[in-house]
């Protein structure tokens, strides 16, 4: 497997959504946490979530030899029925995981109805050629396009950048 280039795609997020402060919601965080983590180093209040009781004790046993500006909690939960309320987070973000999930438009409308008005949605996924490079099957271009008009249909401002392995979405929820 090629080697990871997650900060630069980290960077690119968080610079393309002029992210600077705000408390996150973290969807298919992994058990290495790597954005929840970034975020958190970086003083966000972050809690990330996992579909995998393993990767929820991972992420909770890294977190204790960390020295974070901000928070970290990890939740198992799954991101087509999350257990937060409508509006409880400034930023929710999906970065690398929407294709690991099953039904990725139900978890996209999932991540809508949990952040706040006038909040903003980061999506990251791999487009083909990152697809192609982390051996993932599934199929990038449509997982995009049905991204990008999902959220379009949800009546946000979409903005979309490419790096070489990445699409990135922005998404501000109106309200």
């Known amino acids: 497997m090629a080697s990871v280039e997650d900060t630069t795609g980290r960077d690119a997020l968080l610079n393309a959504a002029d992210l600077k402060s705000g408390k996150v919601l973290d969807i298919g965080m992994g058990g290495c946490a790597c954005m929840a983590f970034y975020l958190a ?3 966000f209040d972050v809690t990330g979530i996992d ?17 974070l500006k901000g928070a970290f909690v990890a939740r198992r939960a799954d991101a ?3 257990p937060f309320d409508d509006g409880a987070f400034d930023v929710v973000i999906s970065f690398h995981s929407l294709h690991h999930i099953n039904r990725p438009v139900l978890a996209l409308r999932e991540m809508f109805r949990v952040c706040r008005p006038g909040g903003k949605v980061l999506i990251s996924d791999l ?7 982390y051996k993932h099957k599934h199929d990038a271009a449509r997982l995009l396009a049905a991204v990008e008009r999902e959220a379009r249909r949800l009546g946000a401002g979409v903005k979309t950048t490419d790096t070489r392995l990445d699409r990135l979405f922005v998404c501000a929820k109106e309200g």
């Open 41 to 43: 180093h970086k003083g």
């Open 51 to 67: 579909r995998s009781s393993h990767a929820v004790h991972r992420a909770r046993e890294s977190a204790k030899g960390k020295r």
């Open 80 to 82: 087509t029925k999350l």
């Open 127 to 133: 487009n083909p050629t990152g697809s192609k490079l």
